[in-house]
């Protein structure tokens, strides 16, 4: 989302720059946008199809590979049943208008209901309380950050993430503009981050600890009656029940299970209630967390119950030139929730897709069902989701694997055969997610920089392709098929974003000259245009039935009454540490370590650790320690560090690199080592079944 400007050279790129002229990033820029220099030239990243053979792998043509694939695919499906083939869809579809639209495409061909993505390891918990509370699972409410007066940061570190449902390029100044403004910047996180760094105010949360503070806030609102709903009062049911299911939260009561002081949490209350204007905003680490979907439901109820909800200053919905929302809306993708159980461990579906913990169990697990082929397109599980070595074993037994991937990976080596798409440089660019998740409304069209090699592939050409041959080779031919696929082949990914964007909600829709945004006019204006800021939007944009807002949906009160239950549950009495993840600028999930510029200086897959901690243990700075879990255990440097609160211990996700079989020559050098070998994958958010990374009991102790 931040606009770069890159020079080029005789086909080479000179230098690479945070655009000035961008409207929305103004320049700004991380370290990973210089690193797609890398990437693009990467010795190491696929330029062709290869296939696994016994003696290595070899490059094949891409008519081979993909009929191969088809075929393989076919017979797995004949023979045992649609869902026996699985997909695992990543991260980068998201950032990826092609993949991500024609992947629902393949999905549709293969019928299967084995569907796993990155959604289950991230934001689904925030995803489930906006579909239950809002009737739509992509209507997110976005901190209003450029305006609040008060934010209130709950497990999230935009200082190194840039934002995340809450897009914001140039994150850190923004935040300083809200404190210069008078605001206040609240950060709660079992670790003093960078962004905990620059708040007025830091609260060192026991990890897990989100659900309760919420819930105790929520208690001091209603016990003395704060709550104020404004407008918002004439379409939100619910409000007596919130206040029922929060009378055993008192600021007492959830001292221990939050580590913080209840006279902490009752100030925080009366401040969040009585600023002109807040926003409660919950991230990653409210998500992946045993509470996850109560947490996320309780950032939402607070925002709502302090009137801040749709309002300027507090969180709001962006609208950008192709509604996201509307769009998912139209192709019947407003989600749904626990329509079914998944076969192995009974945990639910949401929106048709099961929770990626439990893949493992389901490739593992013999009976009608069982998974025995897959499907990666730009996805890393193996280091990205819980108990990823019992995953990686899982994905050796299968009958057959095809990724699609720009490398040879610690997943997508148990392919049998690799896809590779061509880079993010020689494609064009709309970000159809990011831009509905932006805290201003903009919209930016971006050409391909590079015209791509002749035999390069698109991943949305790739996977119309695997569609179309998948299914003649497994129903034959058929005629509504082959044309569904002939329109979408010649739109492609452009044509269907043009028509979105034409009649979308800043679109001029059917007047061919009528003002507005059109994608031939964003192509003129390759900085990107402004089209100001969110705005109010209730009730008009609810999909709920009657156009209310559902403030204590049943299943999220029944998650909070069991969370009551754990308010009495002793924890850490063993002596054992609790585990969290972190993130880094330099670091993008597991995948941009083969960049020598992102990878190099000094160790940065190293285990924090509070010094008190550390002494207790005889553990001394930049020794080797072993932490283990119950699924497993790694070696790591120490490192001390004040930052982390105390009994909390934190390493970095998305390392553990150097497996055989990869052909990453940078990343190897430094593999350090993969959190989610220590992540448990039986431990899960009980009432959305997304992964509870946070909070994961470990022992630590020196090296023999
Ligand atoms: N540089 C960089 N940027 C990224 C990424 C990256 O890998 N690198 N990844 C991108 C992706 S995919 C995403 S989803 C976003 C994520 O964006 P963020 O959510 O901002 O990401 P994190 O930095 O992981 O922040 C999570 C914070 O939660 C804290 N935490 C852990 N457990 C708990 C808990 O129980 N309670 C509370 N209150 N806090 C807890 C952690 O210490 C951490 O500081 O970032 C995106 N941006
Ligand atoms: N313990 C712990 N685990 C975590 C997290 C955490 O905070 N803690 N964070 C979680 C989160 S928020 C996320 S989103 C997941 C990410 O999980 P994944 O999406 O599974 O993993 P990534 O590391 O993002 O891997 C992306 C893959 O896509 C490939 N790729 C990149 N661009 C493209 C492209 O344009 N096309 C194609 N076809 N391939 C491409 C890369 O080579 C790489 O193999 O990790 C999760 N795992
Ligand atoms: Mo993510």
């Not at 200082?159 to 950060?187: D, F, H, W, Y």
């Not at 009994?647 to 690199?657: F, I």
């Not at 050098?669 to 470990?698: H, M, Q, Y």
Request: charged share 25%; proline share 7%; net charge positive.
């Amino acid at each position: 989302m931040c606009g770069i400007a890159i020079e080029v050279e005789d086909g080479r790129i000179v230098s690479i720059r945070g655009d000035r002229d961008d409207p929305f990033s103004r320049g700004h820029v991380c370290p990973k946008a210089v690193a797609l220099k890398d990437v693009h030239e990467d010795p190491d990243r696929l330029r062709r199809p290869v296939r696994r053979t016994s003696r290595g792998w070899s490059e094949v043509g891409w008519d081979e590979a993909l009929g191969e694939a088809a075929e393989r695919l076919a017979a797995v499906q004949n023979a045992h049943g649609k869902n026996a083939v699985a997909v695992y869809q990543g991260n980068p579809v998201a950032h990826n208008h092609g993949a991500l639209i024609f992947g629902q495409l393949l999905l549709r061909s293969l019928g299967s209901r084995s569907r796993y993505s990155a959604t289950s390891v991230d934001q689904l918990p925030q995803m489930l309380a906006s579909l239950l509370m809002f009737g739509h699972q992509l209507l997110l409410p976005i901190p209003d950050i450029d305006r609040t007066e008060f934010l209130l940061v709950l497990g999230a570190n935009p200082l190194a993430s840039n934002g995340s449902i809450m897009t914001a390029p140039g994150v850190e100044k923004r935040l300083k503009a809200l404190r210069a403004r008078g605001g206040r910047l609240v950060v709660a996180d079992p670790r003093r981050t960078e962004t905990a760094a620059l708040a007025d105010q830091y609260l060192p949360i026991r990890p897990g600890g989100d659900a309760f503070l919420l819930g105790a806030m929520l208690h001091v609102l209603f016990a003395e009656e704060r709550v104020r709903l404004g407008r918002l009062a004439g379409f939100t049911d619910g409000l007596h029940v919130v206040a029922d299911a929060v009378r055993s939260f008192a600021p007492e009561a959830v001292s221990a299970r939050t580590g913080l002081e209840a006279a902490t949490i009752r100030a925080l209350a009366r401040d969040f209630a009585c600023a002109p204007s807040a926003a409660a905003y919950g991230r990653v680490g409210v998500c992946a967390q045993e509470y996850g979907g109560v947490a996320s439901w309780l950032v939402n109820v607070l925002n709502v119950v302090t009137g801040n909800l749709d309002r300027p200053g507090g969180v709001m919905f962006p609208r950008p030139a192709v509604d996201a929302v509307a769009f998912a809306d139209r192709i019947g993708q407003r989600g749904h929730f626990d329509k079914g159980r998944s076969r192995v461990r009974g945990l639910p579906e949401f929106s048709g897709e099961w929770p990626v913990a439990t893949l493992a169990e389901e490739i593992e697990t013999p009976g009608p069902g069982q998974v025995r082929a897959l499907i990666t397109s730009a996805g890393n599980p193996v280091l990205s989701t819980p108990n990823g070595a019992r995953l990686d074993r899982a994905l050796a037994r299968l009958e057959f694997m095809v990724s699609i991937d720009l490398y040879r990976n610690e997943t997508t080596r148990h392919a049998h055969l690799i896809l590779p798409p061509t880079s993010g440089l020689e494609r064009p660019h709309y970000d159809l997610v990011f831009h509905a998740l932006a805290v201003r409304n903009t919209a930016k069209y971006s050409p391909a920089l590079f015209e791509p090699p002749p035999a390069a592939r698109h991943d949305w050409e790739i996977l119309l392709d695997l569609a179309a041959r998948l299914e003649v080779a497994r129903d034959g031919p058929s005629l509504k098929g082959r044309l569904t696929r002939a329109v979408f082949r010649s739109l492609g990914p452009e044509g269907i974003i043009g028509l979105l964007m034409r009649f979308g909600p800043h679109g001029p829709g059917l007047l061919p000259f009528g003002r507005g945004i059109t994608l031939g006019r964003l192509r003129k204006r390759p900085h990107g245009v402004d089209l100001g800021p969110l705005e109010p939007s209730l009730p008009g944009r609810l999909y709920t039935r009657a156009k209310r807002i559902d403030l204590a949906p049943a299943r999220l009160v029944e998650g909070l009454q069991r969370a009551v239950l754990a308010l009495s549950e002793a924890r850490g009495a063993n002596g054992s540490l609790e585990l969290i993840g972190r993130r880094e600028l330099r670091s993008n999930n597991s995948w941009m370590h083969n960049c020598e510029r992102l990878v190099k200086g000094r160790d940065r897959c190293t285990l924090l650790m509070n010094p008190g901690d550390a002494q207790r243990r005889g553990l001394a700075g930049g020794q080797r320690v072993r932490v283990a879990s119950r699924v497993g255990s790694v070696e790591a440097a120490l490192e001390v560090s004040e930052a982390m609160r105390p009994g909390v211990v934190s390493l970095p996700h998305g390392w553990g690199h150097g497996r055989e079989g990869t052909s990453l020559q940078v990343a190897n050098a430094v593999p350090g080592v993969s959190l989610n070998d220590l992540t448990d994958e039986l431990r899960v958010d009980s009432l959305s079944g997304n992964a509870a990374f946070s909070g994961v009991p470990v022992d630590v102790t020196a090296t023999g």
